[in-house]
């Protein structure tokens, strides 16, 4: 399945990982994969969130403040972190989604649509709250990129194989503090997966 995914999605993959790090969480959940998509700042899924009038500093300020009550008070090894289930599910689900759009290359808006599938997730009830649902992204890939990413001309086709090292962001601190309005509680330590994140990636 790896070899199946874009670049953009393999830098999504690694941001997310480094966002698990800045925000002290000692595993990768959905709300890590869909920072990494904001970081990156391009490609069809970031379009597509433009498209559906969302505001992306809005969104990665809501996203961190569900996200922030599970920091950890320990210093967090960045070897071998593990998925979330839902992470582990939306990853794995990702080939099923690309297939659905008769896609051999897994993109960004695959990996999007997976992480918003659940509704179980409070990540895409955030989401979908904010006017990116699942059926909402859906229809506006299929309206307008499907046939770009099929053509492989979207900013998520065969592009140079991405660097290892990257700059960090100016990441906007804003919401992780103050006024959080917590999210249904989800209990870490049984969600997550043995599999440790993508290593090869990170």
Do not use: W
């Not at 290892?164 to 503090?177: F, K, L």
């Not at 309005?181 to 209990?187: F, H, K, M, T």
């Amino acid at each position: 399945m790896e070899e199946n995914f874009s670049p953009r999605v393999r830098d999504v993959i690694t941001f997310s990982k480094e966002e698990a790090l800045r925000l002290g969480h000692d595993y990768i959940g959905t709300e890590h994969l869909l920072l990494g998509i904001l970081r990156d700042g391009d490609g069809t899924a970031i379009q597509i969130l433009k498209d559906l009038g969302l505001d992306l500093k809005q969104v990665r300020s809501k996203i961190e403040q569900v996200a922030a009550p599970y920091a950890t008070n320990t210093q967090v090894s960045g070897k071998n972190l593990p998925l979330t289930r839902q992470a582990e599910k939306a990853l794995k689900t990702t080939f099923l989604e690309a297939k659905l759009f008769q896609s051999p290359v897994i993109r960004t808006p695959h990996l999007l649509l997976c992480i918003l599938r659940n509704d179980n997730d409070p990540i895409s009830g955030i989401m979908g709250q904010l006017g990116a649902s699942y059926d909402a992204v859906k229809s506006e890939y299929q309206s307008n990129y499907i046939e770009t990413d099929s053509r492989g001309d979207s900013d998520d086709a065969d592009l140079p194989s991405p660097s290892m090292s990257y700059e960090e962001d100016d990441m906007d601190d804003a919401g992780r503090s103050g006024g959080a309005r917590r999210a249904p509680q989800r209990d870490r330590g049984k969600e997550k997966s043995k599999t440790p994140v993508l290593d090869n990636f990170g």
